[in-house]
């Protein structure tokens, strides 16, 4: 029996992008599967299109944008209360190959310590590498470029969101996406936390999808300030909560991180980006003992692991 798989797509006035990404996760090559909307309170007519043309999709209406970790966390307390041997995240812009999943789970049934599996990414519109694959998989491009002779999977110190491919016990052991992240570093996060209970992550070669890339955040336009505002903030959250750090050396890297950032900004100075920069530093202040609480949180769990 294959093992039972939930995937669940995260959707916040994502409309444009739910036919085509229903259209191809119906045609996945995989029996034992099944598929969840978890919509973050759209105002765009996605849960009627859904509703109305993949009456199959169970849809959770989260009544507010919880952001991607709490957004999808709904989805992933759903989905493990179902039953889930594995949870899938997906994007809604991303159409994928009908092997994608197959090739995930076999790898993922391979080997016992393998806890976070992710997929080859390509372009929306085409076979060609997008641009994550480009820069975060540049070292392993030659052997993409031939995926039924590379490796079964190739291990990565994180894979990203849009495609993230997670066992229930690692869930089970390390928790779900940490709420402090709204958007972005959240996937980053969890395989860290994975790694360090001794998880392995690998990429699939042969598992591929076609990710458009930002899609959610092109929904609504005028987006691009606050997406760099929520990836910067991310950042800095990460850095801070280093489990694997003391806690003066997580401060430390926070001000070398920043410092960089101040030096970005001179280059090509920007008012709107010079107060963004100073509402994080604020915002990072007023959550100090949020930050605190994970950094001590995560540092246990390390210690008992």
Not at 69 to 95: C, F, H, P, Q, T
Not at 167 to 178: A, N, S, Y
Not at 288 to 305: I, V
């Amino acid at each position: 029996m294959q093992p039972l798989v939930h995937i669940i797509i995260l959707n916040y006035n994502g409309r444009k992008w739910l036919e085509a990404c229903f259209k191809s996760l119906l045609q996945t090559a995989y029996e034992n599967y099944k598929v969840m909307l978890a919509d973050n309170g759209s105002n765009d007519g996605s849960i009627e299109l859904v509703r109305r043309k993949f009456p199959q999709v169970e849809i959770i209406e989260n009544k507010a944008n919880l952001g991607f970790s709490e957004g999808n966390n709904v989805g992933i307390r759903r989905a493990m209360s179902l039953g889930a041997e594995y949870v899938v995240l997906l994007n809604n812009d991303v159409k994928v190959d009908p092997r994608w999943l197959s090739e995930m789970v076999n790898v993922g049934e391979s080997d016992e310590d393998i806890g976070i599996l992710g997929a080859v990414q390509l372009n929306y519109e085409d076979d060609e590498f997008n641009n994550w694959t480009t820069a975060a998989l540049n070292d392993h491009l030659e052997e993409l470029a031939a995926p039924e002779k590379a490796r079964q999977w190739i291990p990565v110190a994180w894979v990203e969101g849009s495609c993230f491919a997670v066992k229930r016990r690692v869930f089970d052991e390390i928790g779900l996406l940490d709420a402090i992240y709204f958007s972005f570093y959240e996937e980053i996060d969890f395989c860290r936390r994975a790694r360090y209970h001794c998880y392995k992550i690998g990429l699939v070669p042969r598992s591929r999808i076609h990710h458009h890339r930002g899609g959610s955040w092109e929904s609504d336009p005028g987006k691009k300030r606050e997406r760099d505002y929520h990836c910067d903030l991310g950042q800095f959250i990460y850095t801070l909560t280093d489990p694997g750090r003391s806690l003066i050396g997580n401060v430390g890297a926070h001000f070398v991180a920043f410092g960089i950032k101040i030096k970005d900004l001179f280059r090509s100075f920007s008012l709107d980006r010079a107060w963004d920069l100073l509402r994080m530093q604020r915002t990072l202040m007023r959550n100090c003992g949020s930050l605190l609480d994970k950094w001590k949180h995560d540092r246990n769990r390390l210690r008992e692991a």
